[in-house]
């Protein structure tokens, strides 16, 4: 069966970078994309940003442009969000979710990586 | 940008009623690409509706989805205790993809 599984959580402080892992399995990873979508506590959903895992093209939220960058691993089926200058703002549970790029929704989700920036 | 609102912000409903969401968008969205998702506390969001009426795998039939342009609606025939949930529109345009920002569907 088709699984994502994220990396535990993390505590940061301001001004520091955090990179989250999330490991697919139980399909073809090239066939698919992987988006990044946090969720503030008692928030809404936020896209992130997205990768293409058959040629890699990438494509961020306009807010978080410049900050954060997506990257897929083909050979161990792993993208990885990497969210630089981190603000208290940025204190989120942060989730990885397969893409079907047909119709551009989102089919599986991780289980979510709580990463908490406090100094 | 094109900004997803979704109305009302919460509705108040009890088991057995029906449940009408609304996700209007600030331009035209392809009907291709509108999606709805359903999150429990604590869990991650799940796929109901993709294609705007095309429901996800494993989504029973009292979830529907219709509309085109600008104007969706996610349908619940008949809400079951498990329906209780926030639920979130999404779209994809220019290839970039923005939510809702949820409607709770809670028990009156």
């Known amino acids: 069966q088709v699984q994502l599984v994220q990396s535990g959580g993390e505590v940061k402080m301001p001004g520091a970078s955090v990179k989250v892992s999330c490991k697919a399995s139980g399909y073809s990873f090239t066939s698919y994309g992987i988006s990044w979508v946090r969720q503030a506590p008692g928030q809404g959903l936020e896209w992130m940003g997205w990768?293409?895992?058959?040629?890699?093209?990438?494509r961020y939220a306009q807010n978080l442009q410049g900050r954060v960058t997506v990257t897929a691993d083909t050979s161990t089926t792993t993208t990885y969000m990497e969210l630089r200058s981190l603000r208290s703002d940025d204190t989120a549970i942060y989730y990885c979710?397969?893409?079907?790029?047909?119709?551009?929704?989102?089919?599986?989700w991780g289980q979510g990586t709580l990463v908490t920036v406090a100094s | 940008e094109n900004v997803l609102t979704q109305s009302p912000g919460t509705l108040s409903l009890s088991p057995g009623e029906r449940a009408t969401l609304s996700c209007r968008a600030s331009?035209?969205?392809?009907?291709?690409?509108l999606a709805w998702y359903q999150q429990k506390p604590g869990q991650a969001p799940r796929l109901l509706i993709y294609g705007a009426s095309t429901r996800a795998t494993g989504i029973p039939d009292r979830f529907s989805g219709s509309g085109s342009g600008t104007d969706f609606t996610l349908t619940i025939s008949r809400l079951e205790p498990e329906d209780f949930a926030v639920y979130y529109c999404?779209?994809?345009?220019?290839?970039?993809?923005?939510f809702g920002q949820g409607t709770k569907v809670e028990i009156k």
């Open positions: 999404q779209q994809f345009v220019g290839s970039l993809w923005t």
């Open positions: 331009q035209s969205v392809s009907s291709s690409y």
């Open positions: 990768i293409s895992a058959s040629n890699g093209n990438t």
């Open positions: 979710a397969r893409v079907d790029v047909i119709v551009a929704a989102s089919d599986s």
